[in-house]
């Protein structure tokens, strides 16, 4: 670590917070933190007392860059990190009244701005051959607790003193008395005299802080990285603990951000009104960008969307990246950015696919046997012979798994406000790196930094794409080019689905034996060759700024150090980014041999498709090899794996502690079956449904975590349900056992859609997926029940990461539930229904006939057509576990409603018209309307459960259904049949009402953008059904048509 | 141009942008920032608002289909409890709900119309309900357990 040659970076700006004690002119004090040089960092003040800086408003002296204290005694913390829903502003607020003594009532908090006082000292890469700490304003790598945990009691320690001090003044009293004075409700107290004072009137009075306080503090113990730290109170209050529930009231620090979530007022970064930043209005700015990522678009018809109602500017953006228009309505600049025409030049991703014999998948795979040019293969842990050792081990298994690009899918889209004030440039963003936004800021606005500012908002999620600026070099370009106007850029989901920095492609390979050489042993450790092919975030973000954003990279030091400190690529000419090989290569167990090669494609065959950080990064794929593959490489040789791995965690007690007690909550009991017996059985069973638990551990980010999930397979439909799951951590000293419990339940929950949902393809440099009807994410009724444990340590043990920690195990565990339900092994991410059905041997396929056919006898067959196409099967629906259930999409797979919809739809305060309007939306994915006001407070309906089709339906199968009195029969009643002239004329009038008259009908031949109309029109399915039942009339029957 | 008169908790309002979603309306004019846009196309749940005390997603409803009707916000929607809490929303806290909480408010309001015609809802009745709402962060084991601890509390008051 060297904060030396770093300190010098920040020049004379930043050496305003070198001084050891500053004094207020106004009598305050500031308390800081002691930075390495043995001085405490000072600082803040200038940007706090700014008008509108950050969410600050109370008039406050200062206690440093991190506490102040207003007249009225309200304290309030300076958050240095993003808050993002991890809960990090109840930890610095909890931190602070834990020594103030105070109750959440005198507390509240407001976000740092980007300045070097506020870095994050605790993020650590492991890299290849060292740790290195990155130091960055930054909030990622799941690092905050343990950067805070120290530092913050410290800075409230000192402000302790300090008031206590100012209040032996103001009583009369010497600094000797301190041990006599306690604090409490807000107030100094001397014990003896029963003197009080309020912190607001000390805050007032108070002086400096003496030096003393710190060396009794041990003020070394800031440069220590690693090991135990003082617990500085003996009976805490708050930290390690679950606040009791209070009758009547919200149980103390809970949340304290939680009251402003429930009713609204929050203020995300596109919650940000012209009253936040003392402005009139706001313009809404909404870019238009190529499909093909990466290409450089101008727009055709400018003049034709200035002249859209409440267009105010349209104006190309960062070098052809973009084209924004810009209206005073957000609506408006939405509605306007959808009739902007593009001229594109294609860039490098045109020829950038994921699927088929030349996409990045079969390419990884094909690396492996060294069919693919231009790859380098790194031996991250080397290990002479072991392949060759392997190959001869009776028992060794290989396979390979393969996890597809995910987005983000932050709820909140990016957005970013950016004006021009006082020539000073600011931007209101959502961002977790505030010291890189205001690079970017610099960068696009093209000023030095002393003449930007980055206020940050609350985070929408952040999970990793709010690392990245590209939205705030977005924002500030668009007012720079109409004169610095305050501007609100908001990306429409289809554009952050889209153009999202996604978590990259990555193909494991993996050969490995629970034994070397021979039986395995009771202690056996095995080992494993362990090959990935994948590609450098860290590189890809540093190429990104320069190629795509910063043309000129010379000037733009300061934001290439600031992404090339998370891993050092760029500056040191490390090949290998530690990014694509985290997990795997610190893997917490001690196999007898370890082989770990880092595959890349090099040179001009890099990918300029985007990629980023994704909550848990490397990990999200590196976990989910390994702990598969060990359950599968010890399935085949008949191994109990969790036995393997108990034997490969020797050395390691707490990844050991946390996997013995979720064998114990989950009540999971492995068995040792051998994999093609248990195939056999399950397909000897005879039933569809199979049910089993899972296992899966990982440690990572300092902490240790083991999950059990419960898993039932359909295999008849491929559909898999996560029931239940059991997760243990241990992530050091927990400060906020219950908000860790959230991040844990959360973890798993978001590992669960990578898992089982999510998935992006591209073709040619489009990415195939735009909202969430394509690129879903779990939904309630999908979300299992979680039980959390936590391993707690004392205090004085470093708290450590648990933001990420879940989110590895949760894929892997399944998988393994999977496989052991049914001897089915899941090599591939999304885990979806078709995958499914594929890992199983068996490939449904689904032929449809769209031809529309003439009247006559074959009349049918075009009946046939329509009441086989997915409109009309869909609202047919299907059976799924006992309930009738609409299906949607168009073929050849037709997925349940995504919402959980039957057709025994009860009024729940809400019905179909929640979501479906009366007209269909011009948008791909949005709910279908209502039929055109065809109907009067229409409804969504199925018709019985008789009547379900299919896409495969048969001609004869279909013409018995509606011809059969029992199966055609609706709520009031059947609709006639063939038996009589009474019931063919009943027959007659009921089918020509619903195809001439239901508006649902009516609406399969109009069924809106991005979805397949049925075949041919009303007005021919009207006739064909005439024709039909003029045919049966006549005497013919079901029998006659042919199938 | 024609004027579509409504009524936003509880304050007559008017637009002439007859295809503006509420959602757009509520937020660059009313400044009511509480329902949030996440996906434009009503999968997700986050802009949801009452109409007549019914749930329906703000982003998809254009104003035009608004006029004459009561729109009730989640800025509003404690107002008639005696210390402008809704239960639900007391149930959100007291569970620990959110997280990053950018769909909560549209959670809450999903829930609070479930409650108020569904005072002891099933656990089916509250996946069916909820089905519609995303949560990215994973809340949705906190969502139930407040949904079940706000029940036989909504519509009693």
């Known amino acids: 670590m060297n904060l030396t040659t770093r300190a010098s970076k920040f020049k004379s700006r930043r050496s305003f917070f070198k001084s050891t004690i500053f004094s207020l002119a106004s009598g305050g004090i500031l308390v800081g933190v002691p930075t390495i040089s043995g001085a405490f960092g000072l600082a803040g003040c200038k940007f706090l007392k700014r008008k509108s800086s950050g969410f600050a408003s109370v008039p406050s002296h200062g206690f440093g860059p991190f506490i102040k204290i207003s007249a009225e005694g309200k304290v309030s913390v300076v958050c240095d990190k993003s808050e993002m829903g991890q809960g990090v502003t109840s930890l610095f607020c909890s931190l602070v009244a834990e020594e103030l003594e105070i109750n959440s009532q005198l507390i509240s908090y407001e976000f740092a701005p980007a300045e070097e006082v506020y870095i994050n000292r605790r993020v650590v890469i492991p890299l290849y051959v060292a740790k290195v700490p990155v130091h960055a304003q930054i909030t990622g790598l799941s690092s905050s607790t343990s950067d805070v945990y120290e530092k913050m009691r410290l800075a409230a320690a000192a402000a302790k003193q300090a008031l206590q001090i100012a209040a032996l003044k103001k009583f009369g009293l010497p600094q000797t008395q301190i041990e006599q004075t ?23 009075a108070s002086g400096p802080i003496s030096e003393e306080f710190f060396k009794r503090y041990k003020l070394g113990s800031y440069k220590k990285q690693e090991g135990n730290l003082p617990a500085p109170k003996a009976n805490l209050r708050f930290l390690g603990k679950v606040p009791p529930q209070q009758p009547g009231k919200s149980a103390d ?68 990246r973009g084209v924004a228009v810009v209206a005073s309505t957000t ?58 050792q392997l190959r001869e081990t009776i028992g060794a298994i290989e396979a390979k798994y393969v996890v597809p690009y995910v987005p983000h899918s932050t709820l909140e889209p990016m957005n970013c406000v950016a004006f021009l004030d006082g020539g000073i440039w600011t931007v209101w963003a959502p961002t977790q790196f505030p010291e890189a936004a205001l690079a970017a800021v610099s960068r696009a606005a093209g000023v030095p930094e002393s003449r930007c500012r980055v206020v940050t908002t609350l985070i929408g999620g952040g999970f990793g794409r709010r690392l990245v600026t590209d939205y705030i070099m977005e924002a500030v370009s668009v007012s720079k080019l109409i004169n610095g106007q305050p501007v609100k850029l908001i990306w429409t989901r289809e554009d952050d689905t889209r153009h999202d920095y996604f978590r990259p492609v990555a193909v494991h390979k993996m050969l490995g034996s629970p034994a070397l050489g021979g039986e395995p042993a009771a202690n056996s450790r095995g080992g494993i060759k362990h090959e990935i092919m994948s590609q450098s975030i860290n590189s890809f973000v540093v190429q990104d700024y320069i190629a795509c954003i910063v043309p000129d990279k010379l000037k733009n030091q300061k934001l290439l150090a600031a992404f090339a400190r998370i891993g050092a690529v760029a500056l040191n000419n490390l090949p290998l980014d530690p990014f694509s090989v985290e997990g795997a290569y610190e893997t917490h167990y001690d196999f007898q041999r370890h082989n770990l090669v880092s595959g890349e494609l090099t040179g001009a065959s890099v990918p300029a498709f985007p990629i980023g950080y994704w909550r848990s990064v490397g990990h999200s794929h590196t976990a989910f090899a390994i702990e598969c593959f060990i359950d599968e490489m010890c399935s085949e040789n008949s191994v109990n794996a969790i036995e393997f791995r108990k034997n490969c965690l020797h050395k390691n007690s707490r990844a050991l502690g946390v996997l013995q007690r979720v064998l114990q909550i989950s009540g999971y009991n492995p068995s040792a079956q051998k994999t093609s017996q248990h195939k056999t059985q399950v397909k000897n069973s005879g039933t569809a449904l199979h049910r089993a638990k899972g296992f899966a551990c990982h440690s990572g980010w300092g902490s240790s975590v083991a999950a059990v999930a419960d898993v039932s397979v359909d295999v008849s439909t491929g559909a898999i349900v996560v029931h239940e799951f059991w997760v243990v951590v241990d992530c050091g000293f927990v400060v906020q056992p219950d908000i860790v419990k959230q991040q844990v339940e959360g973890g798993i929950i978001f590992g669960l859609s990578a898992a089982l949902k999510q998935e992006i393809t591209v073709i040619n440099g489009v990415v195939q997926q735009s909202n969430f009807h394509d690129c879903d994410i779990l939904r309630y009724h999908e979300s299992p029940k979680i039980n959390v444990e936590i391993n707690q340590q004392p205090a004085n043990v470093n708290p450590t990461g648990v933001g990420e920690l879940p989110v590895p195990v949760a894929a892997p565990a399944v998988a393994n539930a999977v496989a052991n339900a049914t001897g089915m092994r899941l090599r591939r991410m999304p885990f979806t229904p078709v995958r499914v059905i594929q890992a199983l041997g068996v490939f449904l396929m689904f032929i449809f006939n769209l031809q529309a056919r003439s009247d006559g006898k074959t009349a049918f067959d075009y009946l046939h057509s329509v009441a086989s196409h997915p409109r009309c099967v869909n609202c047919h629906g299907i059976l799924k576990n006992g309930e009738h259930v609409p299906t949607v999409g168009n073929g050849p797979v037709l997925q349940p409603h995504p919402m959980r919809i039957t057709s025994v739809y009860p009024n729940l305060g809400g019905d179909c018209i929640t979501c479906h309007q009366k007209e269909n939306i011009p948008l791909v994915g949005a709910p279908p309307g209502a039929a055109n006001n065809l109907m009067k407070d229409f409804l969504w309906q199925m018709p019985p459960t008789t009547m379900i089709l299919k896409l495969n339906i048969g001609k004869k199968e279909l013409c018995e259904i509606w011809t059969n009195p029992q199966k055609n029969a609706g709520k009031n009643g059947d609709r006639g049949g063939v038996s009589s002239p009474e019931a063919l004329a009943k027959m007659r009038k009921e089918f020509m009402h619903h195809v001439s008259d239901d508006p649902l009908v009516h609406w399969a031949f109009q069924p809106g953008i991005g979805r397949t109309a049925a075949p041919g029109s009303r007005e021919q399915l009207i006739s064909a059904m005439d024709s039909w039942i003029g045919w049966l009339e006549q005497g013919n029957r079901c029998g006659q048509l042919s199938n | 141009m024609a004027k579509y008169n409504f009524n936003v908790n509880g304050k007559q309002v008017s637009s002439e942008d007859s ?139």
């Open chain 1, 253 to 320: 620090f809970l949340r304290v951000d939680a009251f402003s979530k429930i009713n609204g007022s929050a203020v995300f970064g596109i919650d940000v009104l012209p009253k936040h930043t003392g402005h009139e209005r706001f313009l809404f700015a909404v870019v238009v960008r190529g499909r093909e990522i990466g290409s450089s678009v101008s727009i055709q018809n400018n003049s034709e969307v200035q002249s859209l109602p409440n267009v105010k500017h349209v104006v190309s953006i960062l070098n052809g």
């Open chain 2, 19 to 157: 295809d503006m979603p509420l959602l757009w309306f509520l937020r660059d004019f009313l400044s009511l920032t509480g329902a949030k846009y996440g996906c434009g196309i009503a999968r997700c749940g986050a802009c949801t608002v009452h109409i007549d005390g019914k749930s329906v997603r703000s982003c998809v409803i254009p104003v035009k289909d608004v006029e004459g009707k009561n729109v009730t916000t989640i800025e509003a929607l404690g107002s008639s409890s005696e210390n402008g809490i809704h239960p639900v929303q007391q149930a959100w806290l007291d569970e620990n709900v959110p997280q990053c909480g950018y769909c909560q408010c549209g959670q809450i309001m999903q829930a609070a119309a479930l409650l108020q015609v569904k005072p002891n809802p099933s656990d089916a009745e509250i996946e069916i309900a909820m089905s519609g709402n995303l949560c990215r962060c994973g809340t949705y084991p906190r969502i139930k357990k407040a949904i079940k601890l706000a029940s036989g509390m909504v519509g009693a008051q």
């Open chain 1, 331 to 388: 609506w408006h600049a939405i509605s306007a950015a959808r009739q902007v025409k593009l001229n594109v030049t294609p860039g490098k991703n045109v020829q950038f696919s994921t699927e088929g014999e030349s996409g990045i998948v079969q390419k990884y795979l094909n690396a492996f046997d060294n069919k693919t040019p231009n790859v380098t293969k790194i031996p991250v842990v080397p290990s002479i012979g072991i392949e060759n």
């Open chain 1, 182 to 204: 306690i604090l409490k409700e807000g107030k100094v107290v001397h014990l003896k005299s029963g003197q009080a004072a309020s912190f607001g009137e000390l805050a007032q």
